[in-house]
């Protein structure tokens, strides 16, 4: 019905674009009830709040710090377009099934929108709309200037043949230009759970091949493609990365160590981290080369330990070739289970970074959480009961927001570097490297020595991977200084904090901007 009624509403102008109609459409359908995007019963099978009520509950915490027009509260706590689809796809053997996808773009303030496109059974339109409104609040923390948008496929992707997903992939892109829900000046899809490089590539091709042929910005129309088709250096690791860097921020600030009662740097560190998918396993790996020991990795069905460390790449490689963590050599101990992994998270450590799905730390296991910090590396992974849990029993957690927005700050580089069509580092590298020789030659003037490993190294110029890492470096100690600072100021968590400085933000930008064209007779 819904789609049927999308076809049928007119053809977006600029007067009155795609997502504007779209809304009004749905909103005029009797029995498309508010509850389709926000059920009745705001609580989970858990007892817990669904995942956008999660979200809610934090932007309403942080409202109460705040002076603002309540009016403008709503304009920016709700969701702006949203997009629910079906379409059929054939199958390899023949069989015609039908897909269920969404995309929500939850904020305007800033153009175009950017988030994710994941593949998975548990995607429905709340859960977009939840993680269109984080997207948001994320790229307000970090300074990225995007509106907040997420997408998803309702299917589980290893049930479909890799022809399959390429259908798939590119039947959604198709849909989604239909409706004005992509582009490079409008809304630009990335990676998330279930999707990678493989597939930005099928949507790049797709939007460029049928509708950017005359744009030369089209290959900005997606991030975290292969580098091949325009990606960047660097967005692979980006968020694990993130990560990283933003807890070593942390752990860098005297007052933060000073109030929490924690030691200073990273070495040294007992890491756990839970989910080894891209975003744990980078984090672990940039952990472990900083000298922080990773002493244990929980997966959905498998778990290990090592008090004395882990070797993160030869787990990652056992992980691959066996599907499961168990019975990896260089382990004191380890699990085959699920029941048996998840109480690995529990186990002693200084740092633990829930790196999977949303509410994985809740109020039934929060209480055995023994970590010190939580950084959060997944979207959503802690509830607004077990964080106070946390928080009651001497825990820091460091929030989603922040502390993931790795991802599309480096996206926003790549989105950049797309519209610029010139890679970093490209014009200026060998003028860069000039400079250096002539400083080196005059040490060499005044007698000083130099190794000729170090002599490469002192001269080289930046990469174009070197300037997303200082980029991505510069961005997050921005954003964890802020964060500090809000906390200290109202004396919130630093969650609260994040939401506090995003809101402020897009307020900010709506005030400067206006709400309207229109004049109010």
Known sequence: MLRG??????????????????????ASIPHLPSSLEHPKNEYGEDNEPRFLECVKLNFDAAIKHMSINPGLVEVIKACDSVLRLSFPIKRDNGEIVTIKAYRAQHSHHWQPTKGGVRFSEQVDLQEVEALASLMTYKCAVVNVPFGGAKGGININPKDFSEAELERITRRYTVELYKYGFIGPGVDVPAPDMGTGAREMGWMKDTYTMLFGRDDLSAAAVVTGKPIEAGGIEGRTEATGLGV???????LESAEFCAKHGITAGVADKKVIVQGYGNVGFWAAKFFSEAGAKVVGVVEYNSAVYNESGLDVDMLKEHQTQNGTLFNFPGADSSVGSETEATAYMEMPCDILIPAALEKSIN??????????????????PTTPAAEKILIDNGSVVLPDMLMNAGGVTVSYFEWLQNIQRVSFGRMTKRWEEKGK??????????????????????????TERDIVYSGLEDTMALGVKETFQTAE????????????????KVKKSYNASGLTTLTPH
Request: proline letters at 4%.
């Open 5 to 26: 009624l999308l076809k049928r509403v007119p053809r977006a102008t600029a007067a009155r674009p795609a997502h504007h109609i779209i809304k009004r459409a749905c």
């Open 363 to 380: 109020r039934d296991n929060a209480p055995r959480i023994k970590a010190k910090i939580i950084a959060e590396g997944a979207n959503g």
């Open 244 to 250: 990283f860097l933003a807890s070593k921020e942390f």
């Open 437 to 462: 020789k002539n400083m080196v030659k005059e040490l060499f003037s005044a007698g000083i020595s130099i190794p000729e490993d170090d002599y490469r190294l002192l001269t080289e110029g930046a």
């Open 489 to 504: 100021k109202y004396q919130v968590t630093y969650r609260i904090a994040a939401f506090i400085n995003a809101i402020e």
